[in-house]
């Protein structure tokens, strides 16, 4: 029998009136949470891909750059940078989601972070 591992993905919040870029609602269209994974169970080794959508809110055009880190070791796993984003729209990783990396021995908390 194959153990497998919990993923869990919390957001990190950014203060309002400081960012101009929130995360967005993805498809499909009753779906609430911002940022989804593939599954939430993996078995070691297994990788991860999640996906994500990013929506400017300001007033202006803008980048946003978003950061992904295991909240256990502190260690940034990946970086992105969309390209500019004008007001109201929004950006999404490709449909095959973004790839995370291994899943490790042990539960995995990810946790996202979104700037302008």
Do not use: C, H
């Amino acid at each position: 029998m194959v153990e497998t591992k919990t993923l869990t993905i919390p957001l990190t919040e950014v203060p309002p009136g400081v960012a101009n870029m929130r995360f967005d609602a993805y498809a499909p269209p009753l779906e609430l949470r911002e940022i989804l994974a593939k599954q939430t169970e993996y078995e070691e080794g297994e990788i991860v891909y999640v996906k994500y959508r990013v929506k400017n809110i300001g007033d202006g055009a803008g980048i946003a750059t978003i950061e992904i880190k295991d909240v256990d070791t502190g260690a940034v796993l990946q970086t992105y940078t969309t390209t500019s984003i004008d007001p109201g729209w929004s950006w999404k990783t490709a449909d095959a989601g973004v790839r995370i990396g291994a899943m490790p021995n042990r539960d995995w908390s990810l946790s996202f972070k979104v700037t302008p």
